[in-house]
DNA sequence: TTTCCATGTTAAATATCCTCAACACTTTCC
DNA sequence: GGAAAGTGTTGAGGATATTTAACATGGAAA
């Protein structure tokens, strides 16, 4: 459980990474974006949850918008190549999701190598989040729901849509279900 | 310039189309992100600025990640569902590429189901353009080589990159090689 | 009808953010 | 050296977010 704190924290160093790539003072960029350079340097800090409202100023003064920031992650080595078993396991119950990649932070695209059980699916609860996301099925038979469409698919069929939308999986018949999926940006 | 108040009204608007979207009551929102039904009714009604801390409490009890809430919008009508014929080929030689979608104007996400001839692939010239790639072996066994890294991956393996590093494919071995891919920002 | 339970809204009190102003420190320039 | 202007940090107080506890409305069941 992420409390309060930890999140000023993220917030903090987010921002102090952020702003020194783009070398401007604490002042600086208080004076672009409206308020006070000692709120950034609580902020920077992490001695305080800044509104969504003074965050949102502060970040069009680098200038860079909320989504992003939220995605962005001081940069790493990238590891490109996975064999099978280092695709990490996210699923539990009778679906398995394996992805590729354990870390997507600052990472735009999700690939998911998707397994689900006969009968099994993402649940009644329907999903619905930013982005867009498509899969083609490998072997099996998956219904997919979304908004108030409903399709089975088999071998080779597919489906893509705004995540936005309601939508659900589950497999049927007796065979196991295969799908590679992907999404932009990441939701887990 | 947008001000304090539009950020509050447009923070309210989402969050109240979210929450509706997954049929929760502010109530019952509120005791999952563990602050009170007030809070939420504030915010929905754009009458004041969540810290960022309270926003993202609020967020994980829908749940949907802070990028992703900040990079949502309504949806509109599209075609969801195809079946193994209506993926449109688009490769040529011994490659194959069937493309989920036939256009992909205004679409963020572009998946591939390929199959390489034994010993065909992408060519000698190194691919580079903007966006991320990534997909899954399902069959065969594939050469990636990406800058100055090359690996053969089997069924199951994967690749995930940034697509601006130099990049080519090619099938090993002597049978077919199927894999699923997926580009964002489309890049045919 | 009456009661009950659920919904969303709001007033007053408390907790927290944000600003103003000052502080200590370093770098730059005479 | 000393002044001047830069850096990030902190305390006190006014402004604002958040809670508590009530209110008003609406639908369902007796």
Redesign the interface.
């Known amino acids: 459980m992420?409390n309060?704190h930890d999140?000023?924290r993220d917030?903090g160093a987010r921002l102090r990474a952020l702003r020194r790539m783009h070398k401007l003072s604490q002042r600086a960029l208080a004076k672009k974006a409206g308020i006070t350079n000692a709120t950034i340097s609580l902020i920077e800090s992490g001695k305080m949850?800044?509104?969504?409202?003074?965050?949102?100023?502060v970040l069009?003064g680098i200038p860079i918008?909320?989504?992003?920031?939220?995605?962005f992650e001081p940069e790493r080595e990238?590891k490109?190549?996975?064999?099978?078993e280092e695709?990490v396991q996210i699923g539990r119950g009778g679906v398995s999701f394996r992805q590729?990649?354990g870390n997507l932070f600052g990472?735009?695209?999700q690939?998911l190598?998707e397994c689900y059980a006969p009968g099994t699916g993402t649940g009644k609860?329907?999903l619905?989040?930013?982005?867009?996301?498509?899969?083609?099925v490998?072997s099996g038979r998956l219904e997919?729901t979304?908004?108030d469409?409903r399709?089975l698919?088999?071998?080779?069929?597919?489906?893509?849509?705004?995540s936005?939308?309601?939508h659900s999986f589950r497999a049927v018949g007796e065979r196991e279900c295969v799908v590679?999926s992907?999404?932009?940006?990441p939701?887990f």
Do not use: W
């Open positions: 992420e309060t999140i000023a917030i949850n800044p509104s969504v409202g003074a965050l949102k100023r069009d918008g909320m989504s992003a920031f939220f995605s990238e490109v190549f996975f064999v099978a695709l590729v990649g990472k735009k695209l690939i190598h609860v329907k619905a989040h930013a982005g867009e996301e498509g899969g083609i490998i997919v979304v908004g469409q399709k698919l088999g071998p080779g069929d597919a489906y893509l849509f705004d936005t939308r309601p590679v992907a999404c932009t940006p939701t």
